[in-house]
């Protein structure tokens, strides 16, 4: 299975953007996906995780209210408003081949390639 992860750019404080990220392989719609993010100098940090159904979603704390992440067959997406500065990092989307929700990063086996978000105030 291979992740291409898309949608990154530079944003202003209050703004929104969508990233996108598309598996390739024929199992890659029963897997179980996620958003990871890694800011410089910082952990990489879970950001949300949907089921393989879609009908189960888990978000972080700290994006809670302000993203969404939502999947269409091997299509995965995470919605972001409201973006704050401290959200700039490089995205990362996964996919574990578990059918559960999956918060940490050592439940995924594939991982896309990143894709930069940097908000500015």
């Known amino acids: 299975v291979q992740l291409q992860a898309s949608g990154g750019g530079l944003v202003q404080a209050g703004g929104s953007l969508r990233l996108s990220c598309a598996a390739s392989g024929s199992t890659a719609s029963n897997y179980a996906m996620g958003w990871f993010r890694q800011a410089p100098g910082k952990e990489r940090e879970f950001v949300a995780a949907i089921s393989w159904s879609g009908g189960a979603t888990s978000y972080a704390d700290s994006v809670k209210g302000r993203f969404t992440i939502s999947r269409d067959n091997a299509k995965l997406s995470l919605q972001m408003n409201s973006l704050k500065p401290e959200d700039t990092a490089v995205y990362y989307c996964?996919?574990?081949?578990?059918?559960?929700?999956?918060?940490?990063?050592?439940?995924?086996?594939?991982w896309g390639q990143g894709t930069q978000v940097t908000v500015s105030s």
């Open positions: 996964a996919g574990a081949r578990g059918r559960s929700l999956y918060t940490t990063a050592s439940g995924y086996n594939y």
